[in-house]
C-alpha cells in the first residue's frame, strides 16, 4: 500500500456514495477494503485522524488480523465520550455536533453562505493564531458541490453505531467493533493547544487503549476475529505553538512524523512496511522506511 492515496466517501473528488451511508461502521469497511484492493498484508500499520482515528479503532478491532500497530490523531477512544460530554467547556467546544444535527438548523446553508465562512470559524477556533488560508481554500474546493457538503455534514448525521442503528443494517458487526479497544500497540497523538477537543480531557486515553487496562477480554462472538488480550498503548500531546495538532506545518509534520517512525515495526526481510492513512484535512508524512526522506503532499481532505 505504500505510496498509494484514495479519499474519504463523499469527499470530492471522492463520488457521493449511493447508499448514503456515513456511519463509523461504513468507514470501518472502507479502510478493510482498501486493505484488500492495496493488497494489505499483516504488517500494515494503520493510522488515522479525526473521523480517520474513529475509523481506525473500530477497523484494527474488526480485523485485527490486518493491522500490526496503530496510530491516532486528534480524536480519544470512544471510550472517553463519557468524560468529554461531562464537561461543560467541551460542550460549548462540541456546538457544531449539534448544529449539524438539528434540521431546523438549516446547516448545508449556513456552512455556504458567505465564501464557507463557516469553515474559516471552525479553523480558527480549532488552531488559534495559525493562518491556514491556502490549505482552506482546498478544503473548500472539496466541499462545493453541495452533494460533497451534504455528505460533509451527514457524517454527523449518521446513527452513533449500535445504539443509533439498533445493531442492525449492512455494516452492523463494523458498528460494534467501533465500541471496543483496538489490540494493537497504539500511539495517540494529541496537540497540546487544540482548541477543538481540550488535551485535558485526553488524559485518560491511554489506559482505555491498553488492552482493556491490560486485562484478558472476552471474545466478541459478533465481531470476527476479536483479539482476547489487548497491547499497550502511548499517548503523547505534540507540543504546538497554536492549535491542533498541525500536519501542514514543517514543524507539526516533523514532530508527527518522528513520534509515528518510533511506533513503527522495524522492517523485516528487508520489507517496507506498509501504512494507510485516513483522516479529513490531513496530509501526514508518513513515508516507507526504504524511502525515509519521502513526503506525502497534503491532501485538503481523505485518506492519504
Same mark, same amino acid.
Given at each position: 500500500?505504500?505510496?498509494?492515496?484514495?479519499?474519504?466517501?463523499?469527499?470530492?473528488?471522492?463520488?457521493?456514495?449511493?447508499?448514503?451511508?456515513?456511519?463509523?461502521?461504513?468507514?470501518?469497511?472502507?479502510?478493510?477494503?482498501?486493505?484488500?484492493?492495496?493488497?494489505?498484508?499483516?504488517?500494515?500499520?494503520?493510522?488515522?485522524?479525526?473521523?480517520?482515528?474513529?475509523?481506525?479503532?473500530?477497523?484494527?478491532?474488526?480485523?485485527?488480523?490486518?493491522?500490526?500497530?496503530?496510530?491516532?490523531?486528534?480524536?480519544?477512544?470512544?471510550?472517553?465520550?463519557?468524560?468529554?460530554?461531562?464537561?461543560?467547556?467541551?460542550?460549548?467546544?462540541?456546538?457544531?455536533?449539534?448544529?449539524?444535527?438539528?434540521?431546523?438548523?438549516?446547516?448545508?446553508?449556513?456552512?455556504?453562505? !458567505?465564501?464557507?465562512?463557516?469553515?474559516?470559524?471552525?479553523?480558527?477556533?480549532?488552531?488559534?493564531?495559525?493562518?491556514?488560508?491556502?490549505?482552506?481554500?482546498?478544503?473548500? !474546493?472539496?466541499?462545493?458541490?453541495?452533494?460533497?457538503?451534504?455528505?460533509?455534514?451527514?457524517?454527523?448525521?449518521?446513527?452513533?453505531?449500535?445504539?443509533?442503528?439498533?445493531?442492525?443494517?449492512?455494516?452492523?458487526?463494523?458498528?460494534?467493533?467501533?465500541?471496543?479497544?483496538?489490540?494493537?500497540?497504539?500511539?495517540?497523538?494529541?496537540?497540546?493547544?487544540?482548541?477543538?477537543?481540550?488535551?485535558?480531557?485526553?488524559?485518560?486515553?491511554?489506559?482505555?487503549?491498553?488492552?482493556?487496562?491490560?486485562?484478558?477480554?472476552?471474545?466478541?462472538? !459478533?465481531?470476527?476475529?476479536?483479539?482476547?488480550?489487548?497491547?499497550?498503548?502511548?499517548?503523547?500531546?505534540?507540543?504546538?505553538?497554536?492549535?491542533?495538532?498541525?500536519?501542514?506545518?514543517?514543524?507539526?509534520?516533523?514532530?508527527?512524523?518522528?513520534?509515528?517512525?518510533?511506533?513503527?515495526?522495524?522492517?523485516?526481510?528487508?520489507?517496507?512496511?506498509?501504512?494507510?492513512?485516513?483522516?479529513?484535512?490531513?496530509?501526514?508524512?508518513?513515508?516507507?522506511?526504504?524511502?525515509?526522506?519521502?513526503? !506525502?503532499?497534503?491532501?485538503?481532505?481523505?485518506?492519504?
Amino acid at each position: 500500500m505504500t505510496g498509494h492515496h484514495a479519499v474519504m466517501r463523499g469527499y470530492a473528488p471522492t463520488a457521493v456514495p449511493r447508499d448514503g451511508n456515513y456511519s463509523v461502521g461504513a468507514l470501518v469497511a472502507d479502510a478493510v477494503a482498501l486493505h484488500e484492493v492495496m493488497g494489505g498484508d499483516e504488517q500494515a500499520v494503520l493510522i488515522g485522524s479525526d473521523w480517520g482515528a474513529e475509523t481506525a479503532y473500530g477497523a484494527a478491532a474488526f480485523a485485527p488480523g490486518r493491522w500490526r500497530r496503530l496510530v491516532a490523531l486528534g480524536v480519544p477512544p470512544f471510550a472517553l465520550d463519557s468524560v468529554l460530554f461531562r464537561d461543560y467547556r467541551q460542550l460549548r467546544r462540541f456546538f457544531y455536533l449539534f448544529f449539524f444535527r438539528d434540521p431546523a438548523a438549516q446547516a448545508e446553508a449556513v456552512v455556504a453562505a !458567505d465564501e464557507m465562512a463557516f469553515v474559516d470559524h471552525l479553523w480558527r477556533d480549532w488552531s488559534p493564531g495559525y493562518d491556514a488560508a491556502g490549505h482552506l481554500a482546498e478544503v473548500k !474546493d472539496c466541499l462545493r458541490d453541495p452533494a460533497n457538503l451534504s455528505a460533509a455534514i451527514g457524517y454527523y448525521r449518521a446513527p452513533a453505531g449500535p445504539s443509533g442503528t439498533g445493531g442492525a443494517g449492512r455494516y452492523a458487526a463494523e458498528d460494534r467493533a467501533a465500541l471496543l479497544p483496538a489490540g494493537q500497540p497504539t500511539l495517540y497523538l494529541h496537540g497540546s493547544a487544540d482548541g477543538c477537543i481540550g488535551v485535558e480531557l485526553v488524559a485518560a486515553a491511554e489506559q482505555h487503549l491498553s488492552a482493556c487496562h491490560g486485562h484478558a477480554s472476552p471474545r466478541p462472538a !459478533d465481531v470476527p476475529g476479536h483479539p482476547r488480550v489487548c497491547a499497550g498503548a502511548r499517548r503523547r500531546a505534540v507540543q504546538q505553538p497554536t492549535g491542533e495538532i498541525e500536519p501542514h506545518r514543517p514543524a507539526g509534520r516533523e514532530a508527527i512524523a518522528q513520534l509515528t517512525s518510533e511506533h513503527l515495526p522495524e522492517q523485516r526481510g528487508g520489507r517496507s512496511c506498509s501504512r494507510l492513512v485516513i483522516g479529513p484535512g490531513l496530509g501526514l508524512c508518513a513515508q516507507s522506511r526504504r524511502s525515509a526522506s519521502g513526503r !506525502d503532499r497534503r491532501s485538503p481532505s481523505g485518506v492519504s
